[in-house]
């Protein structure tokens, strides 16, 4: 009778869906009851940020160690100018192909083995990211170039399975407080990588020149100018094995999680009296692209727009440069540093964003056409890039405040507030057993405009 119901129900297709109904259709489907819905649960918010956390401290930990790279790179012209895009386009490449391909298998998915196989993954990554810190010192600037893009590719279909197994996961649990805890945890992601990289890089004194020339010449090329900033490798050897401590800190959390809610879902079921014990996976309907799409199209526009212009920011990152004479500059303002720093502003700033979508005033989940306008208009961020200090030629503002504070704090903001706000309210817009589906789609379309971005990067001037 339940069921003859829902269908004489009428259809709104992009209509946020009230409390009510959603509770209606978990009573309707007693094995798809949720242990969270019976109560917020500070564990597992934690346990949700650690898994943003997780999540994009790869990607982040890539952008943060440009100098280091820039010095393993800095025999080869060719490397040194163009590894950044090439990150940035192997990583949301493969992210968004791994993305596609697990959007499309909703029927039977594990979402719990997704995150521990990324995890694990991340893992071993990280631990060969170290090691080469170490050993394999004589390598070739190409030799690098191929292992670390190697690394990118790992990692990010890594993402690609942590960005598909947890947003679906929360999705299922219907408390928008945990999806934003994932939000969060994915802004500390870019705050923690730079300061770590900072200190990291004040507290170990650089090598002699003369090392450095040595390891740098071995393509027969000339380095390209400006000279890229001295890092010692024991900065990058002790922020790399953060990274993997990370990766094994957020694992057992996980582990710790399936099991608590596991144990959970077997009490509520006890307690209910419920006797239906069809599997989940063999109860989940594949929800098709196309309908998802119907019901979320504002959302999905903004995010992706949202996403696709902010993958500028890390190439101008990479260039802009101090605009205090060399002499002049204290350590913090040196390239090694200043670079790591702009990154913690922007990332700062996107921080900030997305604990803004907690505020009940600021939201703007129900009115997505507005998103998708806010969105569009961060195009003037790439435009302020050019008014700063590219590769030290001078700025047309002669202010760091101005390149830190009103360029990188700002962009990361609308970044954070615009994106979370998205991906929170995705589940306000489409039916209760819709919702993984859906947390899966918006993070595809998220994945979608990233890529796009970073293969507009290569267009980049400066």
Excluded at 234 to 257: K, W
Excluded at 349 to 366: E, K, N, Q
Aim: charged share 15%; aromatic share 12%.
């Amino acid at each position: 009778m339940d069921r003859l119901r829902k269908l004489w129900q009428p259809e709104q297709p992009y209509e946020p869906l009230c409390d009510d109904t959603a509770d209606s259709n978990d009573h309707d489907h007693p094995s798809l009851v949720k242990p969270s819905k019976a109560a917020f649960s500070y564990i597992n918010y934690t346990i949700f940020l650690l898994l943003g956390i997780s999540m994009l401290w790869a990607w982040n930990m890539f952008l943060a160690a440009g100098p280091y790279f820039q010095m393993r790179f800095r025999g080869n012209a060719w490397i040194f100018e163009n590894f950044q895009a090439a990150e940035i386009s192997v990583s949301t490449a493969t992210n968004l192909l791994s993305v596609l391909v697990l959007a499309r298998l909703q029927a039977n998915a594990s979402y719990p083995k997704r995150i521990v196989s990324s995890l694990v993954i991340n893992m071993v990554v990280f631990l060969l990211l170290s090691l080469f810190t170490k050993a394999f010192l004589d390598i070739s600037a190409r030799g690098y170039f191929g292992f670390l893009m190697i690394a990118i590719f790992s990692a990010s279909l890594a993402t690609g399975l942590c960005q598909n197994g947890v947003f679906a996961y929360v999705s299922g649990f219907g408390e928008p407080r945990y999806t934003q805890g994932i939000m969060t945890g994915q802004a500390v992601a870019g705050v923690l990588p730079c300061i770590a990289q900072i200190v990291s890089v004040l507290s170990v004194s650089s090598p002699d020149n003369r090392q450095l020339h040595d390891a740098s010449s071995l393509d027969n090329k000339s380095p390209p100018s400006p000279a890229p900033p001295e890092v010692h490798p024991n900065s990058a050897f002790s922020y790399f094995l953060t990274a993997t401590i990370i990766s094994v800190i957020t694992l057992l959390a996980f582990l710790y999680f399936v099991a608590r809610t596991g144990r959970q879902s077997q009490v509520l079921q006890n307690v209910s009296n419920l006797e239906d014990t069809t599997d989940e996976a063999e109860m989940r309907k594949e929800v098709p692209l196309l309908v998802l799409l119907s019901k979320l199209r504002w959302l999905a526009s903004a995010v992706f727009l949202t996403f696709a212009i902010t993958m500028v920011f890390p190439v101008f990152t990479q260039r802009i440069v101090s605009v205090r004479s060399p002499s002049q500059q204290p350590a913090i303002l040196q390239p090694a540093s200043f670079i790591p720093l702009a990154f913690l502003f922007w990332n700062s700033g996107d921080l900030v964003g997305r604990l803004l979508t907690a505020l009940p005033s600021l939201s703007l989940v129900h009115r997505p056409k507005l998103l998708l306008l806010l969105a569009a208009s961060r195009i003037i961020f790439p435009g302020l890039y050019y008014l700063c200090n590219i590769r030290g030629r001078g700025a047309v503002v002669d202010s760091d405040f101005f390149y830190l504070v009103v360029v990188q704090l700002l962009f990361g903001l609308t970044n954070g507030y615009l994106g979370s706000t998205c991906m929170i309210g995705a589940g306000e817009w489409v039916a209760t057993e819709e919702r993984e589906a859906a947390g899966g789609f918006m993070g595809l379309c998220l994945v979608a405009g990233l890529t796009a971005g970073s293969l507009a990067s290569f267009l980049v001037g400066g």
